[in-house]
């Protein structure tokens, strides 16, 4: 028994928590395993709508064991208001939410760190979601971090103080006054009082060295589907650099964020928009800056879900959707939001980029420093709205050739189309 993987192939917000969402009853554990309360994973489902920033999306499974793998890091306050929101829904994480005790934990300070260090890029801001992503991965691999594990230990407030002042002697440095700072909508002495308290919420879970935990689980036979946060073309290795997050979104972060050989990986589930969009700042070859792309944000709804900012909207680049499915060895494709190209009488898809003068089919080095002027091949759009999957109608027949259109350039079959928001509005290929 193997592992399968879902993971991003664009900048993130592709819809992985629906599709997670959709999949979990075939899976007995679902296991995030890298990045923060950056991600923001929207599930909706008989008229309610959830947005998941650290509990992995099997979570509205009762009979599937969800895993917050050591790869993940957790701020307390913002997981207790998010078990808070679901408990509003009559669903209880007390039996099914594991955590790893390997699993890092984002201080206030961290916060303030990440605020401070953005506000000081000036024009050169990467965009960052201000939930201490950054300096919280920083501390981790300079051997300073907090885990999971610490809290229980008779000097972690000592530890704690230690790494805060540390943080608040670099804030100064960088002449923020973090006294003014609002942190969620509070200064930031009551968010570390809050911050403090939530730490009971996060001890009353179920703690396990995760990596054995997980092992185990694959011995028994059971069916696990790892879950990604953010998007391959943010990875921190094969990512926009500097445009990036702070982890390996890409397939390398399974073996490391959960403690998992190669070697026990399976299918990997690649997800991606039919289009793309992307948040912050960073190279975007294909976006569209006139009414087209206003109309696939306003129909797409993209806008972000963990910091509300206005997402930036393109046209399919098949030169990066290639570059994410080498890199991750993807196996199957989901295409999302569909939908919102209903209304388009034709589509473009880039096919490759001029720069510098010259015909390039890759993803470039320079790609944060040279502009890439996108070529495009057109191909006709279907024009009607799409039919719901159990309606007896079929998909419109130009919508069909768009999809085998996308086979046939990357060599990946397309197994699953999303053509709307709810869990139901999904086509299986």
């Known amino acids: ?25 075939e899976y007995e554990v679902v296991a995030r395993f890298q990045g923060g309360p950056n991600a923001g994973h929207t599930i909706e489902f008989d008229g309610k709508k959830f947005v998941l920033h650290t509990i992995p999306s099997g979570i509205f499974n009762r009979d599937t064991v969800n895993l917050i793998g050591n790869g993940v890091i957790i701020d307390p306050a913002i997981l207790e208001r998010e078990i808070k929101k679901l408990n509003e ?3 209880d994480v007390s039996s099914n939410l594991f955590v790893s005790r390997k699993a890092h934990l984002i201080l206030p300070s961290h916060r303030l760190l990440d ?19 950054g300096p919280t991965y920083t501390d981790k691999v300079s051997r300073e971090g907090l885990r999971v594990g610490d809290i229980c230990a008779s000097d972690f407030k000592d530890r704690f103080q230690s790494l805060k002042e540390k943080h608040l002697q670099l804030v100064k440095l960088f002449g923020f006054d973090y006294k003014n700072h609002l942190i969620d909508g509070i200064d930031y ?45 943010l990875d921190i290795d094969f990512g926009s650099y500097p445009f990036v997050t ?37 190279p975007f070859p294909t976006e569209l800056l006139d009414e087209t792309g206003e109309n696939m944000r306003q129909k797409g709804r993209e806008f972000g879900s963990t910091t509300g900012r ?120």
């Open 115 to 133: 605020a401070a260090s953005e506000n000081a890029k000036g024009k050169g801001k990467i965009g960052s979601t201000l939930k201490g992503i």
């Open 310 to 429: 206005a997402r930036r909207c393109g046209w399919l680049d098949l030169p990066a959707l290639e570059y994410a499915i080498m890199l991750n060895g993807v196996t199957e494709l989901i295409m999302m939001k569909a939908d919102v190209l209903d209304e388009l009488s034709e589509i473009k898809v880039a096919t490759a980029y001029r720069m510098d003068g010259n015909l390039i089919d890759y993803v470039p080095f320079e790609a944060c420093t040279k502009v890439q002027d996108p070529v495009y091949e057109v191909l006709p759009g279907w024009n009607q709205p799409m039919p719901e999957p159990n309606s007896g109608q079929s998909i419109p027949e130009a919508f069909e050739k768009y999809i085998r259109y996308i086979e046939h350039k990357v060599n990946v079959p397309i197994s699953m189309v999303s053509t709307g928001p709810d869990r139901t509005q999904t086509w299986f290929r």
């Open 1 to 25: 028994m193997n592992v399968d993987v879902l993971l991003g192939l664009q900048w993130g917000d592709e819809g992985k928590g629906k599709v997670v969402d959709v999949l979990t009853p």
């Open 89 to 91: 829904s009559d669903i």
């Open 189 to 233: 002495e009551a968010y570390e009082q809050q911050w403090m308290e939530s730490l009971t919420q996060l001890n009353a879970l179920q703690h396990v060295d995760s990596e054995y935990y997980i092992n185990k689980m694959l011995r028994q036979g059971k069916k696990i589907l790892a879950e990604g946060a953010q998007g391959t073309l």
């Open 246 to 282: 702070s982890s390996n979104t890409t397939i390398a972060g399974v073996c490391s964020g959960l403690g998992l050989a190669p070697n026990k990986i399976g299918k990997v589930f690649g997800i991606f928009k039919a289009y793309c969009t992307r948040v912050g700042s960073g």
